[in-house]
């Protein structure tokens, strides 16, 4: 693990400060994210490298109001007629480009699209009280992007 953040931080050091595009941030795979930062030690690196994330799910859900589906797999079928190969990370994100660019999605989102760190640590805290359904998802979206985080439920 350690070696694959060291890579991943690599290659993004090489980018001036990239934004992440995240296609859904209530999938797994970012709480996922930051247990490997923490567990590696490089989280402090890893938000002095990166700009900011964008949820292209919401982006998505502005663009194409009235779409019969938003998996990810459907929308590339749909718009460039190709097959999504979950299985490679670098194929993904391939994907995920390719549909920003065909849907003309903005260069640079605006401010109020960026995400931060701090937004997606409350993200990653609110998921359990989601998924609890003691919180909806679009309260947690709405606290996240608000910064507020609930200190006590990340000790638990």
Not at 8 to 18: D, E, F, H, T
Not at 72 to 86: I, T
């Amino acid at each position: 693990m350690e070696v694959g953040m060291q890579n991943l931080l690599w290659y993004l050091s090489l980018i001036p400060r990239p934004i992440l595009i995240i296609y859904n941030f209530w999938e797994p795979e970012l709480p996922a994210l930051f247990k490997a930062l923490d567990a590696t030690g490089r989280k402090e690196d890893f938000c002095r490298v990166v700009a900011g994330y964008v949820d292209m799910l919401s982006l998505m859900k502005e663009k194409l109001p009235k779409a019969p589906s938003y998996r990810l797999k459907n929308l590339l079928r749909r718009h460039l007629q190709q097959q999504l190969n979950e299985a490679s990370a670098l194929a993904m994100a391939k994907a995920l480009q390719d549909l920003w660019g065909a849907l003309e999605l903005p260069v640079q989102p605006a401010a109020g699209l960026m995400l931060t760190h701090c937004n997606l640590q409350s993200y990653t805290i609110l998921r359990p009280l989601v998924q609890e359904k003691l919180l909806t998802r679009r309260v947690a979206k709405i606290l996240a992007q608000r910064n507020i985080i609930l200190w006590e439920l990340e000790k638990s």
